[in-house]
């Protein structure tokens, strides 16, 4: 599980940038972005990561399984987001997802398939249960945070990531240092995120509003339609470092666990992805592409991974 003291880390190095101050959903998902379903080709950034990525032996490919039947389509299909700085972002340029979901994504794809080949369908937090459900997505890679509710209409690989939520101010907001201080307040969260309930459990007065995507929130934040955003600070560390009139206050008050979403009952697929966790972490991969993305704004050494089916859900 990821030290809280290493995600503080980055907000000191933010804050170092824009005078200082203090809060992803993460369990939802951070948030994630938008509508639409757009697909996007798989070569990750840093081509040499990925091809020193491992691939699943023949036997480990079981006839009539989902890694059978993505292995025959040739392509990953994953709930992704392509607006999360850091975690799943479309380079404008490229046309390529880049970040630490995006390519853990595209890795299991190698894993399976012999190449990073990814398909990502934008979702957000209200339709991962059923874009699961019914096989659109094979898996979701969107800091989608494991409950014990969530559990009952997925199922979850990992833990494979930790994080908490926090708070996002405009810079120079004052009376607003510590959850409480939410309490009869409007406070920003995404729709159908972890935020909504721990708003509530810590500031029961606050006014809760809510959008559908990270980027929606974070306009509403700077359009004062709410003094405060709450969300997994993973989210919220990468959008203050580029929006300087943002703020992150204090340290995160809750932790998250990320885990991998995949069709409930399909307990075949979920042994096969936590094998293949366990190999990304083994052979230091998972801490490559941790520095390659939220290392990049992070000091220091690549965190230890949580332990998986550390957390009730898993």
């Known amino acids: ?3 809280m003291k290493r995600v503080a880390a980055v907000a000191a190095v933010s804050m170092i940038g824009l005078s200082a101050c203090a809060g992803t959903d993460s369990g939802s998902s951070a948030v994630p972005g938008g509508t639409g379903s757009p697909a996007v080709p798989g070569e990750a950034k840093g081509g040499d990561l990925l091809a020193k990525a491992p ?5 480990d490919i079981l006839p009539g399984s989902t890694m059978e039947k993505i292995k025959q389509r040739g392509e990953l299909i994953v ?15 490229t046309g390529q997802v880049e970040g630490f979901d995006a390519d853990m994504g595209k890795a299991l794809a190698k894993y399976i398939i012999g190449e990073p080949k990814v398909k990502i369908v934008n979702s957000a937090s209200e339709t991962r249960e059923a874009l699961l459900s019914n096989g659109t997505v094979d898996v979701v890679f969107q800091t989608y945070t494991i409950t014990p509710e969530r559990a009952k209409q997925v199922a979850f690989a990992g833990p494979y990531y930790s994080s908490g939520l926090t708070i996002a101010v ?17 406070v920003i969260a995404g729709a159908n995120t972890p935020a909504i309930p ?14 559908g995507s990270d980027p929606e929130c974070m306009q509403a934040l700077k ?6 955003y709450v969300q997994d600070e993973t989210l919220l560390v990468a959008n203050a470092q580029k929006d300087p009139s943002v703020q992150i206050v204090g340290q995160p008050f809750t932790t998250d666990p990320y885990g991998i979403g995949l069709k409930h009952g399909d307990d075949q697929f979920k042994k096969f992805v936590n094998d293949w966790l366990k190999k990304t972490q083994a052979d230091g991969l998972w801490q490559q592409i941790w520095k390659n993305s939220l290392g990049t704004v992070v000091q220091g050494e690549a965190p230890t991974p949580p332990q998986i089916g550390s957390v009730p859900g898993s």
């Open 1 to 3: 599980m990821v030290s």
């Open 55 to 59: 691939v699943a032996a023949a036997a």
């Open 79 to 93: 709930g992704g987001s392509l607006d999360a700085p850091l975690l799943s972002q479309q380079n404008p340029v």
């Open 170 to 186: 405009k810079k120079g907001t004052s009376g607003i240092a510590k959850p409480e201080d939410l309490n009869g307040k409007t």
């Open 198 to 211: 721990a708003i509530k459990k810590v500031a029961p007065q606050a006014q809760i509003v809510t959008f």
């Open 223 to 228: 359009q004062d339609r709410g003094v405060a």
